[in-house]
């Protein structure tokens, strides 16, 4: 599996007085396809700090192609485009639910560390994660 869909329903609170979604939004929604990412995958992202490592954001780039609105449902595609020992990227896809219209595209690229913010290879300390990671390219 190397991209999983989940579904997300705006909020009141994420939009403007136009009903449209505030563009920071979008943000919590990325982590959300995240965790659901290695939850599909079968090792949560509470697994994953519980043992010790964690995924800081390096770099985020997102453009904001249509708008997403106020109780319209969107589906959001989250795919991992490249793994590395130490370095992930997925790639965001927002896509409006009722017409398919692409709404959003973003890449995010994260660190493996340690709790000390000291990037680590997942191969030599967490050999089943790196195997699930790999297996996505497979």
Request: aromatic share 14%.
């Amino acid at each position: 599996m190397k991209c999983c869909e989940s579904k997300i329903i705006p909020r009141y609170a994420d939009t403007d007085q136009m009903g449209i979604v505030h563009h920071a939004a979008y943000l919590p929604w990325f982590e959300t396809g995240r965790d659901d990412f290695f939850k599909k995958m079968g090792y949560s992202y509470y697994q994953l700090e519980h043992n010790g490592h964690l995924m800081p954001v390096l770099n985020i780039s997102c453009q904001y192609l249509k708008s997403a609105k106020y109780d319209e449902p969107v589906l959001l595609r989250s795919t991992l485009e490249k793994f590395k020992g130490a370095r992930l990227s997925f790639r965001y896809e927002l896509i409006r639910e009722a017409d398919l219209k692409l709404l959003s595209v973003a890449k995010i690229e994260y660190s493996i560390t340690n709790r000390a913010y000291q990037p680590i290879n997942i191969k030599k300390t967490n050999q089943e994660l790196w195997e699930k990671l790999n297996n996505c390219f497979n």
